[in-house]
C-alpha cells in the first residue's frame, strides 16, 4: 500500500484545527460531537482520491466536522485549516463562496444553521488566529459575515457567549505559541 503522504499532512491540519475548535467550544459548556466523514469513515476518505463518480463520496464530503449544542439548541460547525489564504478581504470572499457553494444544502435549509471556523497560522488580518464564518447572519452577498474573535459584535451576531473571553484567554496564547507569533508593540 502506498502512503498518500499529502493526505497525511492535511489530515493533521485538519485534526489540529478541529481539536481547536472543540476545546473552545466545550470550554464555552457545549457539547461537541464529531459528525464529519473523516469521523464516520477514516478509511473510506483517505481513499477519496481513487474513488470516481460516487454518490456516497459526493454526500459525505458535503458533512460538516461537529454537530454543537446547548440548552436544547444544535448547530453544525465546519472546520478548516487554511495556511494559504492571503490577508485580504477579497482572498476571504473567495474562500467564503466555496464553503457556500459546497454547503448551500444546509444553508437552504432555514431551520438548520452552519458556522464555519477558520484556523489560519498567521495573524496578520484582524489579529486573529481564529475566524468565524456566520452566513445566515448577513445578506449581502459581498459581506459573508467573517468574523475574527476580535470583533465586539461577534458574540450578539452568532449567538455564543463567551466566544471572546475563551479566544482571548484560553485559544490565543495557545496559538501564539505555537505559531511563535510576535505581540505587536
Avoid at 502506498?2 to 493526505?7: D, M, R, V
Avoid at 457539547?31 to 482520491?49: D, H, L
Avoid at 468574523?147 to 484560553?170: M, N, Q, V
Wanted: hydrophobic letters at 35%; one cysteine or more; a positive charge.
Amino acid at each position: 500500500m502506498k502512503l498518500n503522504k499529502k493526505w497525511y499532512s492535511q489530515k493533521i491540519k485538519g485534526d489540529f484545527a478541529e481539536s481547536i475548535c472543540e476545546n473552545h467550544f466545550l470550554s464555552l459548556g457545549y457539547s461537541v460531537e464529531k459528525s464529519g466523514i473523516e469521523s464516520i469513515a477514516p478509511i473510506y476518505c483517505s481513499n477519496f482520491s481513487k474513488i470516481k463518480n460516487n454518490k456516497v463520496k459526493e454526500y459525505l464530503n458535503k458533512t460538516p466536522d461537529f454537530i454543537v449544542s446547548k440548552n436544547n439548541e444544535a448547530f453544525f460547525v465546519e472546520v478548516k485549516y487554511v495556511d494559504t489564504i492571503s490577508n485580504d478581504k477579497e482572498a476571504f470572499y473567495k474562500f467564503g463562496s466555496s464553503l457556500i457553494k459546497k454547503y448551500n444544502h444546509i444553508l437552504s435549509n432555514e431551520n438548520v444553521s452552519i458556522y464555519f471556523y477558520v484556523l489560519v497560522p498567521h495573524n496578520d488580518f484582524y489579529d486573529s488566529h481564529v475566524f468565524l464564518f456566520m452566513p445566515e447572519v448577513y445578506s449581502p452577498p459581498k459581506d459573508f459575515g467573517w468574523r475574527s474573535p476580535k470583533f465586539k459584535a461577534i458574540e450578539t451576531l452568532s449567538g455564543i457567549d463567551g466566544f471572546i473571553t475563551s479566544y482571548s484567554e484560553i485559544v490565543e496564547p495557545f496559538l501564539n505559541n505555537i505559531f511563535k507569533t510576535k505581540k505587536k508593540l
